[in-house]
């Protein structure tokens, strides 16, 4: 049971990047999905979730208007599609699911690293010219 994080990689500020996270094991479905994201010397933070109950999505002030986040069930994948980067959203990206967020109903999602405990490898993203 486990996440893969992909997609990351350099790119020019005003430039747009899609992460992936597919998980392995079980289906996501019915999970809350999280992404966060820590630059350097700096604190993870929750960027963006998107609950397995409502399907309802939150996003931090920092991104929102440019972040969005899907998901395909066919695929088994969540993604982050970042459009418009600026160069302070250089930082390695996580995503990561609450384990028993399959039981919840009517429960939208929180960008808090507490509710999480299961964590992909990051991806790394820069932008810069």
């Known amino acids: 049971v486990q996440l893969q994080a992909s997609g990351g990689g350099l790119v020019e500020p005003g430039g747009s990047l899609r992460l992936s996270c597919a998980a392995s094991g079980f289906g996501l479905y019915y999970y809350t999905i999280g992404w966060f994201r820590q630059a350097p010397g700096g604190e993870r933070e929750g960027v963006s979730c998107?609950?397995?109950?409502?399907?309802?999505?939150d996003y931090s002030d920092s991104v929102k208007g440019r972040f969005s986040i899907s998901r395909d069930n066919t695929k088994n994948t969540v993604y982050l599609q970042m459009n418009s980067l600026k160069p302070e959203d250089t930082a390695v990206y996580y995503c990561?699911?609450?384990?028993?967020?399959?039981?919840?109903?009517?429960?939208?999602?929180?960008?808090?690293?507490?509710?999480?405990?299961?964590w992909g490898q990051g991806t790394l993203v820069t932008v810069s010219s």
């Open positions: 990561a699911t609450d384990r028993g967020s399959w039981r919840l109903e009517n429960q939208p999602c929180k960008r808090m690293m507490s509710e999480y405990d299961l």
């Open positions: 998107i609950s397995g109950s409502t399907g309802s999505t």
